[in-house]
């Protein structure tokens, strides 16, 4: 008896991946592939809002970061400007001060005379030049001594003034705006009343 040819079976699958007996078209396989496709898309979707909004986080950090790399690029040179036209006024505060110890020396005689009235001409032009700057004296006789504005370096017994006020200044201060240039140099009573004064006496 001649040899019967068997042949293996195999199941193919059809267009649409169905499994022999079930249809290519089938109402129940469109709705599952349906279903899964849109909940991939949904995955999909949330992975990409979260990665979008890490990505939103990261450039608002690095928006913040380089506002305050600016503000303080801008704080330092301001403030490193200030120093330097500081430094500036406080030499021409030296030249204000030679200015102010020649014309208190200068004998009455000199009154009148045209160099002197030069040297004059060249203080008030110095103090205005201060003063465009923002430059201007520090109030100090009659005051209370006040040490961010004042410095005292010396006592004054017997004045009959309250004690702490400022009774001399021997070197005049300076403030810039609203800022203390130079403090100034002052000497204040003590508090003892003056002779032939008695203590409650004031003025």
């Known amino acids: 008896m001649p040899d019967r040819q068997t042949h293996p079976r195999t199941h193919h699958r059809g267009a649409a991946g169905d499994w022999p007996g079930q249809t290519a078209d089938g109402p129940h396989s469109e709705s599952l592939t349906t279903e899964e496709a849109v909940e991939q898309l949904a995955a999909q979707l949330e992975a990409a809002k979260g990665l979008a909004a890490e990505h939103l986080a990261s450039l608002q950090r690095t928006a913040a970061d380089f506002a305050n790399f600016k503000r303080r690029t801008a704080e ?19 030249v204000a001060d030679d200015f102010d110890r020649a014309l208190e020396a200068m004998p009455a005689e000199l009154k009148g005379v045209a160099w ?12 205005a030049l201060l003063e465009s700057e923002g430059v201007t004296p520090i109030e100090a006789i009659g005051r209370p001594f006040d040490p961010r504005e004042h410095e005292a370096i010396a006592t004054v017994p017997s004045t009959g003034r309250p004690e702490g006020e400022v009774v001399a200044e021997i070197q005049r201060g300076y403030r810039v705006r609203d800022r203390v240039l130079r403090p100034a140099m002052v000497a204040i009573a003590d508090g003892g009343a003056a002779p032939g004064d008695t203590i409650s006496h004031t003025n």
Not at 81 to 91: D, H, P, R, V
């Open 76 to 94: 330092d040179r301001e403030r490193e400007m200030g120093l330097a036209s500081e430094f500036l006024l406080l030499k021409l505060l030296v």
């Open 116 to 127: 002197i009235e030069g040297i004059t001409l060249l203080d008030r032009k110095l103090r």
